[in-house]
């Protein structure tokens, strides 16, 4: 079993997707079930009509911030509900986002279990969370560097992370913890490795390995992975393209479809406008974009936001800067929440899916994952 915070969960952790890809129905069924789910913070009013409405003509970025604080709000309660006490409901933040200070406190004012933050380090998470200290506090990381510097700033503010999520940018699915899209396959990644040195590393500083759940991400398909990665050290594991395309993912039945109709040659790195590698489906609109990035980036320039507010801290359309991303992420990722195949911009891990083709209950999936039998419930 995962424990955090005093809670014991089944050591699966779903986790945090955007645009709208893991909101309330998924999160809070995954909860009911026993296990974490994960709402994703951004750009939730797409989830509902009436904000959309509100916002659908609106360049003011004040007033879509605001709605969409207001639709987090409404994900976590509805998950809740779904839950009805059981598990545990986390909200993900990327440190990335313009609204990252705003999407933290907002999570923990509506009552959420976890916060978990990745895309950056969460150096000044503690004190954004300090009046909510039953919040669980967990840092997305891919290294043990990322989780030394992690874990000594936080020494120092009298906090520990309730766990850390190692997530292997080999593997995943949408933005990856490198620099550059090369760097995803260094062995400094790899689960072994980052194992053994988060444990060593515990020793050191004089902490309990106990204290600290490591859950790892990133390309989990297998039962019998669980068992190793459980053997090596880790307490739970982490699915996030996986339980996408369950039942009760978020998304369009055709965000599924594309997904689970990928093949290898299908699946690309590449760089996002976020100046992070990505990975994805080279669908139609991903496949025009890669064959015109070049001349895009050598004809960068700083613009105005084209959807009215901006949900990135830094932009490479926006800011002008060419070694990232030449695209509207928002936008792309919108579309594919809607099942947009021909416009919309599609994460996916780059591993075979534990359900093959399938779509399937996230029950099942849980179920496979730690059971190995893939019978209908």
Same mark, same amino acid.
């Given at each position: 079993?995962?424990?955090?915070?005093?809670?014991?969960?089944?050591?699966?952790?779903?986790?945090?997707?955007?645009?709208?890809?893991?909101?309330?129905?998924?999160?809070?069924?995954?909860?009911?079930?026993?296990?974490?789910?994960?709402?994703?913070?951004?750009?939730?009013?797409?989830?509902?009509?009436?904000?959309?409405?509100?916002?659908?003509?609106?360049?003011?970025?004040?007033?879509?911030?605001?709605?969409?604080?207001?639709?987090?709000?409404?994900?976590?309660?509805?998950?809740?509900?779904?839950?009805?006490?059981?598990?545990?409901?986390?909200?993900?933040?990327?440190?990335?986002?313009?609204?990252?200070?705003?999407?933290?406190?907002?999570?923990?004012?509506?009552?959420?279990?976890?916060?978990?933050?990745?895309?950056? %380090?969460?150096?000044?998470? #503690? &004190?954004?969370?300090?009046? !909510?200290?039953? +919040? $669980?506090?967990? =840092?997305?990381?891919?290294?043990?560097?990322?989780?030394?510097?992690?874990?000594?700033?936080?020494?120092?503010?009298?906090?520990?992370?309730?766990?850390?999520?190692?997530?292997?940018?080999?593997?995943?699915?949408?933005?990856?913890?490198?620099?550059?899209?090369?760097?995803?396959?260094?062995?400094?990644?790899?689960?072994?490795s980052v194992l053994e040195n988060t444990l060593q590393l515990f020793k050191d500083l004089g902490i309990e390995s106990e204290r600290i759940p490591l859950i790892t991400a990133g390309g989990i398909h297998q039962h019998e992975q669980v068992d190793q990665l459980v053997k090596l050290g880790?307490?739970?594991?982490?699915?996030?393209?996986?339980?996408?395309?369950?039942?009760?993912?978020?998304?369009?039945?055709?965000?599924?479809?594309? %997904?689970?109709?990928?093949? #290898? &040659?299908?699946?690309?790195? !590449?760089?996002? +406008? $976020?100046?992070? =590698?990505?990975?994805?489906?080279?669908?139609?609109?991903?496949?025009?974009?890669?064959?015109?990035?070049?001349?895009?980036?050598?004809?960068?320039?700083?613009?105005?936001?084209?959807?009215?507010?901006?949900?990135?801290?830094?932009?490479?359309?926006?800011?002008?800067?060419?070694?990232?991303?030449?695209?509207?992420?928002?936008?792309?990722?919108?579309?594919?929440?809607?099942?947009?195949?021909?416009?919309?911009?599609?994460?996916?891990?780059?591993?075979?899916?534990?359900?093959?083709?399938?779509?399937?209950?996230?029950?099942?999936?849980?179920?496979?994952?730690?059971?190995?039998?893939?019978?209908?419930?």
């Amino acid at each position: 079993m995962l424990s955090i915070k005093g809670k014991s969960l089944l050591p699966i952790v779903q986790g945090g997707m955007g645009v709208g890809v893991s909101a309330h129905r998924l999160a809070g069924t995954v909860a009911g079930l026993g296990a974490m789910g994960t709402i994703s913070s951004v750009d939730l009013r797409r989830h509902h009509s009436d904000l959309m409405e509100f916002t659908a003509k609106s360049r003011d970025k004040d007033q879509i911030n605001r709605v969409n604080l207001i639709a987090l709000d409404r994900e976590i309660k509805a998950a809740q509900r779904l839950a009805n006490g059981t598990g545990m409901i986390a909200v993900n933040v990327m440190k990335a986002v313009s609204e990252y200070a705003a999407y933290v406190r907002q999570a923990c004012a509506s009552g959420i279990d976890a916060v978990v933050v990745g895309a950056g %380090l969460p150096l000044d998470l #503690p &004190e954004l969370t300090s009046d !909510f200290p039953k +919040v $669980a506090l967990i =840092p997305i990381l891919s290294d043990a560097r990322g989780i030394a510097l992690v874990l000594k700033k936080w020494m120092r503010k009298n906090r520990l992370p309730d766990a850390i999520v190692i997530e292997n940018p080999r593997y995943a699915a949408g933005h990856l913890g490198a620099a550059k899209p090369e760097d995803v396959n260094l062995p400094q990644f790899a689960f072994p490795s980052v194992l053994e040195n988060t444990l060593q590393l515990f020793k050191d500083l004089g902490i309990e390995s106990e204290r600290i759940p490591l859950i790892t991400a990133g390309g989990i398909h297998q039962h019998e992975q669980v068992d190793q990665l459980v053997k090596l050290g880790a307490s739970a594991i982490q699915l996030g393209t996986p339980f996408a395309v369950t039942e009760e993912g978020d998304a369009h039945p055709d965000f599924k479809k594309v %997904l689970v109709q990928a093949k #290898p &040659e299908d699946i690309v790195t !590449f760089m996002s +406008v $976020a100046g992070l =590698p990505a990975r994805g489906v080279k669908t139609p609109w991903l496949e025009n974009y890669l064959s015109k990035e070049s001349k895009m980036q050598s004809k960068a320039h700083v613009q105005e936001c084209t959807v009215g507010f901006d949900c990135l801290q830094q932009c490479g359309l926006r800011d002008g800067n060419a070694k990232a991303g030449q695209f509207c992420i928002d936008t792309r990722l919108g579309f594919a929440l809607q099942g947009d195949v021909k416009r919309g911009l599609f994460f996916r891990g780059s591993e075979p899916l534990p359900m093959g083709s399938e779509i399937r209950s996230a029950k099942e999936l849980i179920n496979y994952m730690l059971n190995g039998s893939r019978e209908s419930q």
